[in-house]
């Protein structure tokens, strides 16, 4: 049991970082889409005021994930980092080269630094979560065996590149709607927000939502075709996941339709939440589909113990912090 609970509280880690951190990549994506002149410059600064004071706050879920395989599943984490060894690169090369480029944008002396800067921050912004998508795709289709498998078949099956572009359009849909809400809340009178940026992110989030929802169901066939123990896990325990994602996304295409942004934001971040909760509750009890379970891969009792209490005060210590930052970047006033 005591496995089965530094599991769960892994997992939660996932969660969190899928729905914060996808977020972040997302805002970045929007980044890309804002086009250019005086409009385009109040998007892009609606989304600075947006992601800037969290955007690096929210990779600690990364590194809380890491660190707990590599204490709890040392075997699981050595084959993750051999075998997935090239999308781990990229996503670290991702991760360095979107955050430089955010910074260095602010202080470019000219503006063609400034939109080379632009087009590398959005462009590694795409990059990270595709092939994060990518290393879950081949965790989930069963890819990734316990003594190592081939470095670059491993990543690249259909799922993997499904989960790949999934992972991508799921970004931008909830930083979408979460852009959308903030820049309804900005002073209209600044630069920031005003009417038209938020509809600029109304409509263009509607649509993402529908092209989300069709890449769901491309997921979806492809899991039909090429992973089995994945699809009877959506058949059976992890459905009400699933049917919970796809009725959280109604309601978020529902609250931009009628411009109710709380009740968008939710629907969100409820959807990516219980669509990854679902993949996680679906390969259960394995930790690597096909290969490892729980038990078979644990470290000591000891390790494990030692684990969920750093969790429980960490719980204690780091989340209130962390909420306290994300309720001061939300109001209207934060600069």
């Known amino acids: 049991m005591v496995a089965e609970a530094v599991a769960v509280v892994t997992f939660v ?3 969190a970082y899928a729905v914060f951190g996808g977020a972040d990549y997302g805002a970045g994506i929007w980044d890309l889409a804002a086009g250019t002149g005086e409009r385009g410059a109040r998007i892009r600064r609606q989304i600075d005021r947006s992601i800037g004071p969290v955007w690096e706050a929210n990779h600690v879920w990364l ?3 890491i660190v707990m395989i590599w204490s709890a ?5 050595a084959t993750l980092m051999t075998t997935l060894a090239v999308p781990w690169s990229l996503v670290g090369l991702g991760i360095v080269f979107r955050g430089g480029a955010f910074v260095f944008r602010k202080s470019s002396p000219s503006f063609a630094q400034a939109r080379l800067h632009g087009v590398v921050f959005a462009g590694a912004s795409l990059a990270t979560p595709f092939f994060l998508g990518t290393i879950a795709g081949a965790i989930a289709g069963g890819r990734v065996p316990l003594d190592g498998g081939d470095q670059w078949t491993s990543w690249t099956g259909p799922l993997s590149i499904v989960g790949g572009v999934l992972a991508v359009l799921v970004t931008v ?3 979408g709607v979460l852009l959308t809400a903030d820049a309804a809340t900005a002073d209209p009178a600044d630069l920031h927000g ?3 940026i938020t509809e600029w992110f109304r409509i263009r989030s509607l649509v993402v939502a ?4 069709a890449a769901a169901i491309a997921a979806a066939v492809t899991i039909e075709l090429t992973a089995d123990s994945l699809r009877d896990g959506l058949h059976g325990r992890a459905a009400p996941l699933i049917a919970a994602s796809a009725i959280a996304g109604a309601v978020t295409i529902h609250g931009l339709r ?3 942004y709380l009740q968008a934001r939710i629907g969100a971040v409820a959807a990516v939440a219980a669509v990854v909760a679902g993949w996680g509750v679906a390969q259960y009890p394995d930790v690597l589909v096909d290969h490892a379970t729980i038990d078979e891969v644990a470290g000591a009792d000891a390790t494990l113990t030692g684990l969920l209490i750093v969790a429980g005060v960490a719980s204690i210590t780091v989340l209130p912090a962390l909420v306290w930052l994300l309720r001061l970047a939300s109001r209207p006033s934060w600069n």
């Open 258 to 260: 009628q411009r109710r």
């Open 194 to 196: 005003g009417r038209e």
């Open 173 to 175: 849909f909830a930083a």
């Open 63 to 65: 590194i809380f994930v």
């Open 210 to 213: 529908v092209v989300t929802g």
């Open 73 to 77: 599943f040392p075997r699981v984490f």
């Open 13 to 15: 880690g996932v969660i």
